[in-house]
């Protein structure tokens, strides 16, 4: 699976759009793009997931490049609850595919009053 | 949370005793995760199943044994606990979804202390 590269931390003004960046630069043509979240002592939690095309759903936003070597989640409006640990991950589908998933450091995204 | 549970959620024990932890569902998936959590580390894969007693090694399986005699449990067993496995437990399910996606459900965790 290709490895990701995501900011250690960002912050971000509660009511305002959070835009969390994803590099996946050696990403396959058959990788998708996953985001995960982990709001502090509790499990992760799906947020959503895309190939190429734009995605969006009642969470969040999920913007591919055209090259697909980057993406962006996108929080639009986000809250105090928002504050939690985001992980971007990559993921071949198909055949033989067992569904695990390999997390890494992630961002961990302060929303501020 | 999506009809997962994982037990005990906190547990106290002494180096060298053996530990097991479950991890129940009521969803009837195929497959199930165990991870481990902890700082510095982020999360990492122990073990997982594709079935009934079909199970496969993760990242850091050493010093960790899983069963599952039936699909709504696996079970995660230190045989002698180490204090290098204090931790926080996350089992997982889900998988493989129709359309090939990746979308696990995480239970609230264990809490292990080995002292």
């Known amino acids: 699976d290709a490895k990701t590269t995501q900011p250690t931390s960002m912050d971000c003004a509660e009511g305002r759009a959070a835009n969390l960046p994803c590099n996946h630069s050696t990403i396959s043509g058959n990788e998708y793009v996953y985001w995960y979240r982990q709001i502090h002592s509790q499990g992760p939690q799906y947020i959503i997931h895309?190939?190429?095309n734009n995605e969006t759903n009642e969470m969040a936003s999920l913007i591919i490049t055209e090259d697909r070597k980057s993406s962006t989640l996108i929080l639009p409006h986000a809250t105090l609850r928002d504050t939690a640990v985001y992980y971007c991950i990559v993921r071949v589908h198909g055949s033989g595919n067992t569904g695990k998933l390999i997390f890494g450091q992630g961002t961990t995204l302060q929303v501020k009053p | 949370d999506a009809g997962i549970t994982q037990s005990p959620r906190h547990k106290v024990t002494e180096t060298g005793t053996p530990v097991t932890l479950r991890c129940h569902q009521t969803e009837n998936h195929r497959y199930m995760y165990w991870y481990r959590q902890d700082p510095g580390h982020g999360l990492r894969l122990i073990h997982y199943s594709y079935g009934v007693k079909d199970t496969d090694k993760g990242e850091v399986s050493d010093g960790y044994s899983v069963s599952r005699s039936k699909t709504e449990d696996f079970l995660l067993t230190l045989e002698s606990a180490t204090s290098s496995q204090t931790s926080v437990y996350f089992c997982a399910i889900g998988g493989v979804g129709a359309s090939g996606a990746n979308v696990l459900t995480f239970g609230a965790g264990s809490r292990l202390t080995v002292l």
């Open positions: 895309g190939l190429k």
